[in-house]
């Protein structure tokens, strides 16, 4: 029942607020999806500590080719829920006062990119879990087509194309795997362990899948449109791409691509890794040369994701807890950064860093909270990221120290471009454009200090965090290693 609500009712919600008046839009959207926050938090506290899968439903849907309504939630899934609706409702409310065309249809779109990632996130048969990841598309497409800014129409066509790439090769993958390996049987989260494929039939379908999971994330070199994406959306429309829609990617990949083609892991591994390290290099030194918040902050997350991407090709258990207790606190820190820039847009109509600077005097409530953010983001000690990325970077040390050296790096580069971003938009004295700059307002303030405390809480309290996806990561980890052991060139079934 519960697998159920989390995916019913925020489908449910947009269609009322389609249904709804006009008035106050973001403050009814966020109140109702409250709800589904509430209830996560009650499937949190009914969730057993190790992690394993729980509140399973399970109904035949097509018989052939065998698809099930098969949903279940284990600890990982869970943790990424959990996360999707601790933000959903701040990221309707940051758009409250905002001037807004057709506003029922726009929070309708992000109640139904909600009901699409937790079906990501709980779908437990192959196909099924198909449906709900291009499901996500759809809003993703219009929120950027409509509501986008002036170049919206040409970036839009370049996002939908990747992704459409992308997503086409990864269903060839799972075609082929229903038609070869199946047996006519649904493929779920258990039998994806067992099937016999030929080694260099798994590169193959590893690469169809990795294609989508790339672009989503995205990965050097498939990261092309995230820049310009980010600066042109929305910013509530850049707040899901960044903080919530690469984590269906990083989720996927251990859901189905790495205990379906574990051979093939093994092989691509090392190679992903190192292109992941130099990601995060990569990115972090372009972001320092940014001069605009939102193309700063697109190069900040791919740094981030690049880290995570290395944590759990590490192979290591320590390496792969790390990445996902990064992507939940990575999911806080970048929709709380996406809300300052809100507030810095709607007051100055732009985010450019030479028509900024000076806010700490006009704006001291505002200043203090952009600085925590900022310092969160930069992994400083005690905040929510900071353990999250020794310990992802800890497991990469156990692959590689090498790898983990040039990963370490990071945490150098995010304190360089956060503190030259601040130091020129905020500090320094105020110009022309800024001289009027308002302090939050009451709904503001509602919208980003729930960020602030989650900082500092998770900044303390990670165990609960790690517990959730021990079950499911170390049930992996012991799966991969024991396909050390088993014969290279797996014979074709009959």
């Known amino acids: 029942m519960i697998s159920l609500l989390l995916i019913i009712l925020p489908l449910v919600f947009g269609l009322l607020i389609l249904a709804g008046p006009k008035q ?132 839009t066509f370049k996002f939908f194309l990747y992704t459409v790439f992308g997503s086409l090769l990864m269903m060839v993958s799972i075609l082929y795997l229903y038609a070869n390996y199946s047996q006519g049987a649904a493929i779920d989260s258990v039998s994806i362990y067992g099937m016999n494929i030929q080694v260099q039939t798994q590169h193959w379908l590893f690469i169809g899948f990795l294609m989508a999971f790339a672009v989503k994330l995205p990965l ?56 992941a390290v130099l990601g995060v290099i ?42 996902f207790t990064q992507a939940f606190s990575h999911g806080l820190n970048t929709i709380a950064l996406f809300i300052c820039v809100e507030v810095i847009s709607s007051r100055l109509g732009t985010t450019e860093f030479a028509k900024l600077g000076g806010l700490r005097k006009q704006a001291p409530k505002f200043t203090t909270a952009f600085f925590v953010v900022m310092l969160a983001t930069a992994a400083i000690p005690f905040s929510n990221s900071f353990i999250s990325e020794v310990v992802t970077i800890y497991g990469i040390f156990q692959h590689s120290p090498l790898f983990a050296l040039m990963a370490a790096f990071s945490l150098v580069l995010g304190a360089v471009f956060m503190l030259r971003m601040f130091r020129q938009t905020v500090l320094g004295p105020a110009n022309p454009n800024t001289a009027g700059f308002r302090d939050l307002n009451n709904t503001e303030a509602f919208t980003i200090y729930p960020f602030v405390i989650l900082i500092f809480v998770f900044g303390v309290v990670y165990q609960p965090i790690f517990d959730l996806s021990f079950e499911p990561l170390n049930k992996l980890i012991e799966s991969v290693t024991s396909s050390h052991f088993t014969m290279p060139n797996t014979v074709l079934p009959d």
């Open 24 to 155: 106050s839009t973001a403050k009814f959207s966020a109140l109702l999806s409250f709800i589904p926050l509430a209830i996560s938090v009650y499937a949190y506290c009914s969730f057993r500590a190790n992690g394993a899968a729980e509140f399973a439903v399970n109904q035949v849907w097509i018989k052939n080719p065998a698809i099930n309504i098969k949903f279940t939630v284990d600890g990982i899934a869970l943790l990424l829920i959990i996360l999707t609706n601790i933000c959903i409702p701040f990221v309707h409310l940051s758009a409250n006062g905002r001037n807004l065309d057709r506003p029922r249809i726009y929070h309708f779109l992000i109640f139904l990119m909600q009901t699409a990632l937790i079906g990501v996130f709980i779908a437990d048969d192959l196909l099924l879990y198909y449906v709900f990841w291009e499901l996500t598309i759809i809003p993703a497409y219009f929120l950027l087509l409509y509501w986008g800014g002036k170049d919206r129409r040409r970036i």
């Open 220 to 275: 050097i070199p498939f990261h092309t449109w995230q820049a310009n994406t980010y600066h042109m959306a929305p910013t509530q429309g850049t707040m899901i791409l960044s903080g919530l829609l690469a984590k269906m990617a990083l989720f996927s990949i251990v859901r189905w691509m790495i205990p379906g083609l574990q051979l093939a892991t093994l092989t691509f591994a090392p190679y992903l890794i190192l292109a």
């Open 282 to 323: 990569y990115a972090g030194i372009v972001a320092i040369m940014q001069k605009d918040l939102k193309r700063m902050f697109a190069y900040v997350s791919l740094a981030h994701i690049s880290l995570m991407v290395a944590g759990i090709f590490s192979l290591t258990l320590t390496g792969m807890q790390g990445a």
